[in-house]
C-alpha cells in the first residue's frame, strides 16, 4: 500500500502528456547526487601534480590523463539508449558510489597504464551518471523542466569547486595513497540516492523507436550544433586559459587562479535563475540574452585592467554558464519521449565542441596571442544568436 502511494506521487507519461506537479524533495535529491558525484569527478585537476610526481610522468602524459577520463563520453548516447529500456533510477544511485572509489584509489595505482584504465573507468560512471539524471530531473519537474535543469546543473557547478578543495584536504590528512576513505562519502550518497529514489521511473517505457525519434533529431540538433560550437569557443577560453591568460598580462598565479574560481561561483547564481526565468519567459529569449551579455563583457574585459576586471568576470559567469540549464531543457522539452538518449547525445556533442574549441582556441593563442583568442570567441558566441532562433518551437512556462 504505500510503494502504491508512492508511486502514485511520482509523475508519469499519461497519452504523451505529463503530470504538471513539481517534484521539489526528489529534484534535490537528483541535484545532491550530482554534487558529490561532481566533486569526486572535479578530484584530477588537483591530484594532477602529485601524480606526475609520483609516476615520474611528462606533462604530455599528465595532460593526456584527462582526456582519457573524457573519452567516455561519446558513450553517451548509447547509455541513454540502455537508460531507456531499463529503469534510469540505478545509473544514478549506484555511480557517486562507484565514481567516488575509482578516483580515489588513483593514489595506489603502481603505473601509468593501470592508472589510465581507472580513469577511462571513471570516465565510464560520470557518463553513466549525466545521461540519465537530467531526464530523470525532466520527468519530475512536470511543466518547470527549466527550473529542475537550473537546479541540477547547479549542483554539479558547486561540486565541481569543492572538489579540488576535498582532495587537496583529504591528501594532506591521509597521504595520496590515503584518500581511499574520502570513498565513504560516495556510497553514503548512494544509499540516501537508493532510499530517495528507489520509487521513481520504477517501470520503464516501451523500448525506444529510434527511426521515429529521427526527425525531431535532426530539426533539434542542427541548430543546437552551431549554437554550442559558437558558444563554446568563449566559454573554453574562460575555462580553460582564463588563468593562462591573466597571468601573461601579469598577475600574481593566486590571482589567476581566484578569477577562475570567482567565475566558476558566478556561474552557481546563474545556473540557479536561468532555468525557471526561461519556464516564464521562454527558452530562445534567454538564450540570446545569455550569450549577447558575456560576449559583450568579454569585449570590455579587453580592455580594462585590476580590479576592474572583477564585476566583469562575475557577469560573464552568471550569464555564460547560465546557458548550459536552458539548452538541456531545449533538448527535453523537444524529445519528451527519448529524454535520456536526447540528452546522451547532448552531452556528446559538448564533450566533442570543448575539445574542438580548446585545440582551436590554444592554436589561436600560439598564433596570434590569446587576447585575440578571446576577442575572437567573443564575436563567436554573437554569431551563435541567430542559430538559437533556428531551434525548434518554444516552450512557454507556468
Request: aromatic content about 12%; proline content about 6%.
Given at each position: 500500500m504505500a510503494d502504491q502511494a508512492i508511486e502514485a506521487a511520482v509523475p508519469r507519461?499519461?497519452?504523451?502528456?505529463?503530470?504538471?506537479?513539481f517534484q521539489t524533495?526528489?529534484?534535490v535529491t537528483i541535484s545532491f547526487g550530482h554534487f558529490v558525484h561532481d566533486v569526486f569527478s572535479g578530484f584530477l585537476p588537483a591530484l594532477l601534480p602529485l601524480l606526475i610526481e609520483r609516476l615520474s610522468l611528462t606533462l604530455t602524459m599528465g595532460g593526456a590523463l584527462s582526456s582519457?577520463?573524457?573519452?567516455?563520453?561519446?558513450?553517451?548516447?548509447?547509455?541513454g539508449y540502455v537508460a531507456e529500456r531499463a529503469s534510469l533510477r540505478y545509473f544514478i544511485i549506484l555511480a557517486p558510489g562507484v565514481t567516488a572509489t575509482l578516483m580515489t584509489l588513483t593514489g595506489i595505482m603502481p603505473g601509468y597504464a593501470p592508472l589510465a584504465l581507472l580513469l577511462f573507468c571513471?570516465?565510464?560512471?560520470?557518463?553513466?551518471?549525466h545521461a540519465p539524471a537530467p531526464a530523470m530531473v525532466a520527468r519530475i519537474s512536470g511543466r518547470q523542466v527549466g527550473k529542475g535543469m537550473s537546479i541540477f546543473m547547479a549542483g554539479g557547478e558547486l561540486g565541481r569547486t569543492v572538489?579540488?578543495?576535498?582532495?587537496?584536504?583529504?591528501?594532506?590528512?591521509?597521504?595520496?595513497?590515503?584518500?581511499?576513505?574520502?570513498?565513504?562519502?560516495?556510497?553514503?550518497?548512494?544509499?540516501?540516492l537508493y532510499l530517495r529514489l528507489r520509487h521513481v521511473a520504477a517501470r520503464p517505457g516501451p523500448p525506444p523507436d529510434l527511426r521515429a525519434m529521427f526527425p525531431s533529431a535532426r530539426r533539434l540538433f542542427g541548430p543546437m550544433l552551431v549554437v554550442v560550437i559558437l558558444r563554446g569557443f568563449l566559454l573554453v577560453s574562460l575555462a580553460v586559459y582564463l588563468p593562462t591568460f591573466l597571468e601573461a598580462e601579469g598577475a600574481a598565479l593566486w590571482a589567476a587562479g581566484a578569477a577562475l574560481s570567482l567565475w566558476e561561483l558566478a556561474g552557481v547564481a546563474g545556473a540557479l535563475t536561468s532555468g525557471p526565468i526561461s519556464d516564464r519567459v521562454g527558452r530562445k529569449p534567454v538564450l540570446a540574452v545569455t550569450m549577447a551579455v558575456p560576449a559583450a563583457l568579454m569585449l570590455v574585459f579587453l580592455n580594462v585592467e585590476g580590479?576592474?576586471?572583477?564585476?566583469?568576470l562575475l557577469g560573464m559567469g552568471v550569464t555564460l554558464l547560465s546557458t548550459q540549464p536552458v539548452l538541456m531543457a531545449t533538448v527535453q522539452d523537444q524529445m519528451p519521449e527519448h529524454r535520456a538518449i536526447a540528452n546522451g547525445i547532448f552531452m556528446t556533442i559538448m564533450f566533442a565542441v570543448q575539445l574542438l574549441a580548446t585545440l582551436v582556441i590554444g592554436a589561436a593563442g600560439d598564433a596570434f596571442g590569446l587576447?585575440?583568442?578571446?576577442?575572437?570567441?567573443?564575436?563567436?558566441?554573437?554569431?551563435?544568436?541567430?542559430?538559437i532562433f533556428w531551434l525548434p518551437g518554444e516552450h512557454t512556462g507556468v
Open positions: 507519461t499519461v497519452e504523451g502528456a505529463e503530470v504538471e506537479a524533495g526528489q529534484v582519457i577520463m573524457q573519452a567516455p563520453a561519446v558513450l553517451n548516447p548509447f547509455i571513471v570516465g565510464v560512471t560520470v557518463a553513466a551518471f572538489g579540488p578543495l576535498l582532495a587537496v584536504w583529504g591528501v594532506s590528512m591521509w597521504g595520496l595513497e590515503g584518500i581511499w576513505r574520502l570513498a565513504a562519502i560516495g556510497w553514503g550518497t548512494s544509499a540516501v580590479w576592474l576586471r572583477v564585476p566583469l587576447r585575440a583568442a578571446f576577442f575572437g570567441s567573443a564575436l563567436a558566441a554573437f554569431l551563435a544568436i541567430p542559430a
